[in-house]
């Protein structure tokens, strides 16, 4: 057997498979995992989670699943601040000339 039997990933499963505007649908995914972990922590209902994000409950229930093309990144991070988060948007240069520059959401514990 020759070859290595797999194929190494960008690290954007979504780039990989050719959706568009990939960068935008990871950031999208990122948030929408951040919200899932808050409401499974608080036991928070689906019908709570969108009376509180003023949507209806089918369209939490789409979200939760993946279907979340119908929410902007902003939106997203709007339902975040609903949820008591803090949200920091920091751009910086970018220095490493091996890469492109990117979008990343990073999570961070309260100080």
Not at 57 to 64: A, E, I, T, W, Y
Not at 75 to 97: A, G, M, N, P, T
């Amino acid at each position: 057997m020759s070859g290595k039997g797999y194929e190494v990933g960008s690290g954007n499963v979504f780039k990989d498979i050719g959706v568009p505007n990939a960068e935008e649908h990871l950031v999208k995914a990122q948030l929408v995992f951040k919200i899932d972990g808050i409401m499974k922590k608080r036991r928070m209902k689906q019908t709570d989670a969108a009376t509180l994000f003023g949507i209806r409950q089918p369209d939490v229930s789409k979200m939760l699943r993946g279907e979340f093309r119908q929410f902007s990144v902003e939106r997203l991070l709007r339902f975040l601040v609903k949820l008591d988060q803090d949200v920091e948007i920091v751009v910086r240069d970018h220095s490493d000339k091996r890469t492109s520059p990117q979008l990343h959401v990073s999570y961070g514990k309260a100080a």
